[in-house]
């Protein structure tokens, strides 16, 4: 019956003097206390057999097992005539399953992974995956190593992040230490990780983050350039009306100058009459009248000169305005786009540092 229990356990009868019979489970991994083991050789069974107690003693042991005696007396009579008891041996169900948890973790993770695992004095196993760089110090049977020491001794999980420098590929470390049924750390379980990837994503999140930091600030100065170009075509914009206005103001004074051309020329006519009439005592006031007329033609044409010059300055400063007006225009647009494009820039650069914390938390 004893042998189909599912345990890791060893069934012992002993007389006074030694163990007399021995059955273990299909599971049962114990060699300790043999057939003839003298009671006397077992503090338990002494105890027991001198005192009539059950004994139950529980030893934790290095490897990160736990093997618990429980020894019953066996009366007849009144009087003791010997002893049963049962040994058990317990693992912590990390250590038992580490070959399955290994697979999974190593299937699970997109570079391989190297896991181990310890006792509180040695390393117990490990599994790693191709590519993945082994320490030459995590070998079975070497002391743990120092994180694995460090997890065990702080009794919590460990989180490390190692620099390729050091095995030529960023590592992430992660360790747990074991803890037994009583709670006591009974050993440590760790998964080393590869970061390539991590680093590239970090890497490439560091450098859009400059870029964009780079591009951002020529947007900045485009949008102050631009913002500089439409105050100055709205100051020319300005200077033109003001230009336009003068020469509206020249065209009006032309067309009194014009005006008074035409009536001194009528007066000089008038004059050259009087004169021819006057004969030749009007003969000098003829000379002045011919100065008056030369005079009011001289005026004419120079007014039909400056009109000509105000018309085309005119001319000109309409298709200075409109080009002035589509300037302005233009850079009113301009800066638009560069405030969407600065806000996407932005959103870009939020987007990288993201990114960045993501890749530093894998």
Same mark, same amino acid.
């Given at each position: 019956?004893?042998?189909?229990?599912?345990?890791?356990?060893?069934?012992?009868?002993?007389?006074?003097?030694?163990?007399?019979?021995?059955?273990?489970?299909?599971?049962?991994?114990?060699?300790?206390?043999?057939?003839?083991?003298?009671?006397?050789?077992?503090?338990?069974?002494?105890?027991?057999?001198?005192?009539?107690?059950?004994?139950?003693?529980? %030893?934790?042991?290095?490897?990160?097992?736990?093997?618990?005696?429980?020894?019953?007396?066996?009366?007849?009579?009144?009087?003791?005539?010997?002893?049963?008891?049962?040994?058990?041996?317990?693992?912590?169900?990390?250590?038992?399953?580490?070959?399955?948890?290994?697979?999974?973790?190593?299937?699970?993770?997109?570079?391989?992974?190297?896991?181990?695992?310890?006792?509180?004095?040695?390393?117990?196993?490990?599994?790693?995956?191709?590519?993945?760089?082994?320490?030459?110090?995590?070998?079975?049977?070497?002391?743990?190593?120092?994180?694995? %020491?460090?997890?065990?001794?702080?009794?919590?999980?460990?989180? %490390?992040?190692?620099?390729?420098?050091?095995?030529?590929?960023?590592?992430?470390?992660?360790?747990?230490?074991?803890?037994?049924?009583?709670?006591?750390?009974?050993?440590?379980?760790?998964?080393?990780?590869?970061?390539?990837?991590?680093?590239?994503?970090?890497?490439?999140?560091?450098?859009?983050?400059?870029?964009?930091?780079?591009?951002?600030?020529?947007?900045?100065?485009?949008?102050?350039?631009?913002?500089?170009?439409?105050?100055?075509?709205?100051?020319?914009?300005?200077?033109?009306?003001?230009?336009?206005?003068?020469?509206?103001?020249?065209?009006?004074?032309?067309?009194?100058?014009?005006?008074?051309?035409?009536?001194?020329? %009528?007066?000089?006519?008038?004059?050259?009459?009087?004169?021819?009439?006057?004969?030749?005592?009007?003969?000098?006031?003829?000379?002045?009248?011919?100065?008056?007329?030369?005079?009011?033609?001289?005026?004419?044409?120079?007014?039909?000169?400056?009109?000509?010059?105000?018309?085309?300055?005119?001319?000109?400063?309409?298709?200075?305005?409109?080009?002035?007006?589509?300037?302005?225009?233009?850079?009113?647009?301009?800066?638009?786009?560069?405030?969407?494009?600065?806000?996407?820039?932005?959103?870009?650069?939020?987007?990288?540092?993201?990114?960045?914390?993501?890749?530093?938390?894998?």
């Amino acid at each position: 019956m004893a042998e189909v229990l599912p345990i890791d356990a060893v069934f012992i009868r002993t007389d006074l003097e030694k163990v007399i019979d021995r059955m273990g489970t299909k599971r049962s991994s114990i060699k300790d206390i043999p057939v003839g083991t003298l009671v006397k050789e077992v503090g338990a069974i002494s105890n027991c057999l001198n005192t009539g107690d059950i004994q139950d003693q529980v %030893l934790h042991l290095t490897d990160g097992s736990t093997t618990r005696i429980e020894v019953f007396p066996m009366e007849e009579g009144g009087e003791i005539k010997g002893a049963v008891g049962i040994i058990s041996r317990s693992v912590h169900p990390i250590i038992r399953h580490f070959n399955v948890i290994s697979e999974i973790v190593e299937d699970v993770s997109g570079e391989g992974a190297l896991t181990w695992i310890t006792d509180t004095e040695k390393n117990l196993a490990f599994n790693a995956s191709e590519g993945v760089p082994l320490p030459d110090s995590i070998k079975v049977g070497n002391k743990p190593e120092a994180f694995a %020491l460090q997890t065990m001794k702080k009794g919590k999980k460990d989180v %490390l992040d190692i620099g390729a420098e050091m095995y030529g590929v960023p590592l992430k470390i992660w360790a747990y230490p074991l803890v037994n049924e009583d709670s006591q750390v009974c050993g440590s379980f760790g998964v080393i990780m590869p970061r390539r990837n991590a680093e590239r994503v970090k890497r490439m999140a560091l450098n859009n983050e400059q870029s964009i930091g780079e591009i951002a600030a020529v947007v900045e100065e485009i949008s102050a350039t631009a913002a500089g170009i439409s105050e100055s075509e709205a100051k020319l914009f300005d200077m033109i009306m003001e230009i336009n206005n003068i020469s509206e103001e020249i065209n009006a004074i032309t067309e009194f100058v014009n005006e008074v051309a035409a009536e001194t020329k %009528l007066l000089g006519l008038n004059a050259a009459i009087e004169a021819a009439r006057a004969g030749d005592a009007g003969r000098g006031f003829g000379v002045v009248a011919d100065e008056i007329r030369k005079l009011s033609e001289q005026s004419r044409s120079t007014v039909k000169a400056i009109k000509e010059s105000t018309d085309q300055i005119q001319n000109l400063l309409g298709v200075a305005k409109e080009s002035s007006e589509n300037t302005a225009k233009s850079s009113e647009e301009q800066a638009a786009a560069l405030e969407e494009v600065a806000a996407t820039l932005s959103e870009l650069s939020a987007s990288a540092e993201k990114l960045k914390r993501i890749s530093e938390r894998i």
